[in-house]
């Protein structure tokens, strides 16, 4: 029966880990005016050498801040160019114009790179099924072929950089969803460049955080990162006004707005995010994020308990950790409202300010008992 108790439990952790990713990749956008839910795409032609001229004078950004898939080999390379000089038709190319008007890629990064790396003599051609006269073959050795590649014309798609943040990013899911298949957070690693990214890689990998989350959220998929993310974006940000029920969104516009919220200098907040996690660890310890002693975190918890751990003196949690850890375990064992709050629905607006509510609430009366003392 112990068995069968602690197989359910594991299948109910996964249920409510795989709720998490569900809603995170569901966010609505129905907030949006219908003005702001268009879609600001330009399509073009352009030849390969075109692109090419573009990319040597730094107008064209391929490689990004993540890279999890393996760079292709020569031989998959080498195949690309043999369908370009066979006139066989690819797939389209996927550009986002950034504010200085640079494109980055967003889909065929693989492919650009097969063309540049070919111009550019760092490969010669091999295992080429059909057109085996031209293996081990440079760029440089070919005359009408190597004519052919540069004239070779490419579809491409430009997101405009006027287009709405939220729907902006909605397109990067969409287009990423099939090969590659990035997650939320990868997609922001590529699509914010201004040292926000550093800042969150710094942050978790800080002792306090990485004793309340190690082995329990993915560094390869970032997953530590936008846990980060989160907490920094609910300690800025009101969770009732602020969020709408997106979580994307949410967390975009953070890393959209990043230094207006946290100003050049985020010392200060290295510091408060370390003190948080050390005290959340102190009063509640190394299981803190995880429900019923069980191996997911439970990111709802973590967005609870973070926050309301940031907005109390440290000294005074500690002084009350055995009441804040009494309702900790009173909250997720038996408010069953709470524990709803925490385990279905867990990205809808009402849901978010409702855990907010009960938990603050609780944790507010704490606190002002001890002011009373």
């Not at 352009?46 to 950004?61: A, C, L, N, P, T």
């Not at 579809?155 to 990013?169: A, G, L, T, Y």
């Not at 907040?269 to 190394?286: D, K, Y």
């Amino acid at each position: 029966m112990a068995d069968i108790h602690n197989e359910n439990n594991d299948q109910m952790e996964l249920f409510e880990a795989e709720i998490l990713d569900v809603e995170e990749e569901g966010n609505k956008l129905d907030y949006l005016s219908e003005e702001e839910r268009h879609v600001n795409i330009e399509k073009a032609t352009y030849s390969v050498f075109e692109i090419y001229r573009r990319y040597k004078r730094g107008d064209i950004i391929v490689k990004p801040f993540y890279q999890r898939n393996p760079v292709w080999p020569n031989s998959k390379k080498s195949k690309l160019i043999e369908s370009v000089i066979r006139n066989i038709p690819i797939p389209s190319f996927y550009f986002a114009e950034l504010d200085d008007g640079k494109w980055e890629v967003v889909d065929g990064q693989q492919r650009l790179r097969a063309f540049f790396e070919f111009i550019s003599n760092e490969y010669r051609l091999s295992s080429l099924p059909v057109l085996t006269d031209l293996n081990r073959k440079y760029f440089k050795d070919l005359t009408s072929q190597g004519r052919k590649i540069e004239d070779y014309i490419l579809h491409i798609f430009i997101i405009k950089k006027n287009s709405h943040p939220d729907i902006r990013f909605d397109i990067f899911e969409r287009i990423n969803e099939g090969a590659t298949q990035l997650n939320a957070q990868e997609l922001r690693n590529s699509m914010y460049r201004n040292g926000q990214n550093e800042i969150l890689k710094k942050l978790s990998k800080k002792a306090s955080f990485i004793k309340l989350t190690k082995g329990k959220l993915s560094e390869k998929r970032l997953k530590n990162e936008e846990a980060v993310l989160r907490f920094l974006s609910f300690c800025v940000k009101d969770y009732d006004t602020d969020y709408n029920g997106n979580m994307n969104a949410f967390l975009n516009d953070t890393m959209e707005k990043f230094y207006e919220y946290f100003n050049q200098d985020t010392t200060i907040w290295e510091e408060h995010f370390n003190e948080t996690m050390e005290v959340i660890f102190q009063v509640l310890g190394p299981k803190a994020f995880i429900r019923n002693n069980g191996r997911v975190i439970n990111m709802s918890l973590f967005d609870v308990l973070t926050y309301s751990f940031s907005i109390y003196n440290p000294k005074v949690l500690l002084k009350n950790k055995d009441k804040i850890k009494a309702l900790y375990d009173d909250l997720t064992t038996n408010n069953d409202e709470f524990i709803k709050s925490i385990s279905t629905n867990t990205l809808a607006k009402r849901t978010v300010h409702c855990r907010f509510e009960i938990w603050l609430t609780k944790m507010e009366e704490i606190i002002e008992e001890e002011s009373h003392d």
